[in-house]
């Protein structure tokens, strides 16, 4: 059972580099979430989709851009990361709006931009 | 505004003993409420839920939490401690007509043999 399953595990980036992190899930749900998770501060929601061709920015949008070609694949992209950007990204999906089963998280990935 | 308060950084209890995290809430309408627990280098996983009935719920690995509505709050238990139990727990939020979900900071939960 894959669930969601996020691409690269680890990452270290210079400074004003890009990259693109990969979601994918096998759920068949609608609605997708990238959040980062910093010591201290719970997770905070980058953005999320509620379906294939939409996106929409969740509380810490900026610097990050995000694209929902398919339904089973969410990606997150900085387009020039910075030193802020350091965190660990989580990538979500929930079958419904409500959330009412919990999210389904992915094991994250680990960025560290110097 | 939406917010959860998980007011212990850190729990530390021995194996055996009952254990307790902490967890309070603030939202408008009513809340749906969630545990997730989060193990070292992998993601969050979903413990249990409060969406509406019973006040007292029970969860995966032999979890409970239990539902205060006047005291806004939702502490995660259980009966006796396992060293297997030490992880990040984190409590969650979520506003049934905003649509929007609130996690707390997490507290560290640390069971000694």
């Known amino acids: 059972n894959a669930g969601v399953t996020q691409t690269p595990k680890f990452r270290v980036l210079k400074t004003g580099q890009s990259m693109t992190l990969l979601c994918a899930q096998d759920?068949?749900?609608?609605?997708m979430y990238w959040y980062r998770q910093d010591p201290g501060m719970g997770l905070r929601l980058i953005h999320y989709?509620?379906?294939?061709?939409?996106?929409a920015k969740g509380e810490v949008p900026d610097g990050y851009n995000v694209s929902r070609l398919k339904k089973q694949n969410f990606l997150l992209g900085l387009e020039s990361a910075a030193p802020s950007q350091t965190s660990v990204y989580f990538c979500?999906?929930?079958?419904?709006?409500?959330?009412?089963?919990?999210?389904?998280f992915g094991s994250g990935t680990r960025l560290t931009v110097v | 505004a939406q917010s959860v308060a998980q007011p212990e950084d850190q729990v530390n209890v021995a194996e055996g003993n009952p254990l307790t995290v902490k967890c309070t809430y603030s939202?408008?309408?009513?809340?749906?409420l969630f545990w997730y627990v989060q193990y070292p280098n992998r993601g969050l996983q979903f413990l249990l839920k409060y969406i509406t009935g019973d006040n007292l719920v029970k969860g995966s690995y032999g979890f409970e939490a239990e539902f205060n509505k006047s005291q806004t709050s939702f502490h995660l238990k259980k009966p006796s401690a396992l060293v297997s139990d030490s992880a990040l727990y984190f409590c969650?939020?979520?506003?049934?007509?905003?649509?929007?979900?609130?996690f707390g900071d997490g507290t560290t939960l640390t069971v000694k043999p």
């Open positions: 759920m068949n749900h609608e609605y």
């Open positions: 969650a939020v979520r506003n049934t007509n905003a649509g929007k979900s609130t």
């Open positions: 989709s509620v379906g294939e061709g939409t996106t």
């Open positions: 979500a999906s929930s079958l419904d709006r409500l959330v009412i089963y919990g999210y389904t």
């Open positions: 939202v408008s309408g009513n809340p749906y």
